[in-house]
């Protein structure tokens, strides 16, 4: 099992990892949200209204709050953006990780995306789908990216963790080999399924 708790045995503070995607969101440009993401059939646009569902999905997955955002696959629509994006995805993000500050919420069951399950693996997912898509949307905005490296660990650790699960291709992609001596960021985002030299199309 991924090993989520910090050197004082509490829970993981998503807190740092959410404010480097803060960071990210504000520097999207007016003229980017249609550009092409690492990730294959979304633009920009489509990353950050992923973003805006899976936030507020594990903020309430935390909080044992389920309903309509825990129970809605991602996949069930072509994610976008709204008016007040801006203001929106920045603070569900700090929501976020308020609610995970909470120890019950890496206990017991819960549910994301349609699935129910514990709480530890729900924050783990969590913690993998803001740094890969934080990844993503430093590439795909020509911003530089230096994640939280307590949360980085934790991602590299919970993907290569997966690499032997006959399920993961229904997550993720076939796994990008790097070398051996390639940054820990790398080797994540090479686990994700991703081409860690992704870049702009000139």
């Known amino acids: ?28 440009t007016d003229d980017q949200p249609a550009d092409p993401t690492p990730c294959p059939k979304y633009e920009v646009r489509h990353l950050l209204g992923h973003l805006v569902g899976l936030t507020t999905a594990f903020r309430d997955a935390a909080r044992k709050d389920l309903g309509a955002t825990t129970d809605t696959s991602p996949d069930s629509a072509l994610p976008d953006i709204a008016p007040g994006w801006r203001e929106d995805l920045p603070k569900v993000l700090a929501e976020l990780a308020e609610a995970w500050r909470d120890p019950a919420a890496w206990t017991g069951m819960t549910r994301a995306g349609g699935v129910d399950l514990p709480g530890e693996i729900a924050g783990l997912v969590a913690t993998d789908e803001l740094v890969i898509h934080g990844w993503d949307l430093a590439r795909a905005t020509g ?23 006959p399920g993961r291709g229904a997550i993720f992609g076939p796994v990008v080999t790097v070398d051996a001596d390639a940054s820990l960021l790398d080797r994540a985002v090479g686990l994700s399924g991703r081409d860690p030299g992704w870049t702009r199309t000139p």
Do not use: K
């Not at 991924?2 to 990210?24: I, M, S, W, Y």
């Not at 911003?143 to 699960?165: E, I, M, T």
């Open 1 to 28: 099992m991924t090993d989520t708790t910090g050197t004082t045995g509490t829970p993981l503070d998503l807190g740092p990892q959410t404010e480097v995607l803060a960071r990210l969101v504000a520097g999207v």
């Open 143 to 165: 911003q530089s990216y230096h994640p939280d490296p307590a949360a980085l660990r934790v991602c590299h650790d919970f993907l290569a963790a997966s690499v032997d699960d």
